[in-house]
T-cell receptor
Framework: DQQVKQNSPSLSVQEGRISILNCDYTNSMFDYFLWYKKYPAEGPTFLISISSIKDKNEDGRFTVFLNKSAKHLSLHIVPSQPGDSAVYFCAARSSGDKLTFGTGTRLAVRP | DTGVSQDPRHKITKRGQNVTFRCDPISEHNRLYWYRQTLGQGPEFLTYFQNEAQLEKSRLLSDRFSAERPKGSFSTLEIQRTEQGDSAMYLC???????????FGQGTRLTVV
């Protein structure tokens, strides 16, 4: 039972353009959603989060949008840079602060 | 404090052997989590501690797995009688209860041959 889904395994964008990564969830009890970035051979690094009572959170080039009725969130990166190339995981928080992760989207930013 | 530290980074073991991994969390964090990640998947929750108390264990955590956090600081994860299916990246994370984000270590990659 995949409660958090990232349906696009990969995404390629040109440097300077917008990257949009999508995530869907099924459990309405999740109260926080987070995005993590992961480079090979490293642990995930926290990027940005959003509370379930909000619909947008922005931090520099990164913005996360939440559509609760559709159980959908997205991460926008503007402008995209080659250093953003990594695997991005969507995660949702439930009881005990444990996280349920999606399967990840590999982003490649072309120079 | 440079973040969450895990040791070893890599471990190759023969099937049937026991292995133990260590995690040192960020010092002021009272919550510590263990996750497992296999190829093509996101990290999957295994267990977590608040201080020295183990509060939840996933059904993924079979009887061969045991985790401890004896003094509420570092934690160990032991796998007994390893199987090839145990091959994965084992990730440790820590947080302060009530805070949103958990901070991850670099992981221990286990290969069972």
């Amino acid at each position: 039972d995949q409660q958090v889904k990232q349906n696009s395994p990969s995404l390629s964008v040109q440097e300077g353009r917008i990257s949009i990564l999508n995530c869907d969830y099924t459990n309405s009890m999740f109260d926080y959603f987070l995005w993590y970035k992961k480079y090979p051979a490293e642990g995930p690094t926290f990027l940005i989060s959003i509370s379930s009572i909000k619909d947008k959170n922005e931090d520099g080039r990164f913005t996360v949008f939440l559509n609760k009725s559709a159980k959908h969130l997205s991460l926008h990166i503007v402008p995209s840079q080659p250093g953003d190339s990594a695997v991005y995981f969507c995660a949702a928080r439930s009881s005990g602060d444990k996280l349920t992760f999606g399967t990840g989207t590999r982003l490649a930013v072309r120079p | 404090d440079t973040g969450v530290s895990q040791d070893p980074r890599h471990k190759i073991t023969k099937r049937g052997q026991n292995v133990t991994f260590r995690c040192d969390p960020i010092s002021e964090h009272n919550r510590l989590y263990w996750y497992r990640q296999t190829l093509g998947q996101g990290p999957e929750f295994l267990t977590y501690f608040q201080n020295e108390a183990q509060l939840e264990k996933s059904r993924l955590l079979s009887d061969r797995f045991s985790a401890e956090r004896p003094k509420g600081s570092f934690s160990t994860l032991e796998i007994q009688r390893t199987e090839q299916g145990d091959s994965a990246m084992y990730l440790c994370a820590s947080s302060f209860s009530g805070n949103t984000e958990a901070f991850f270590g670099q992981g221990t990659r286990l290969t069972v041959v």
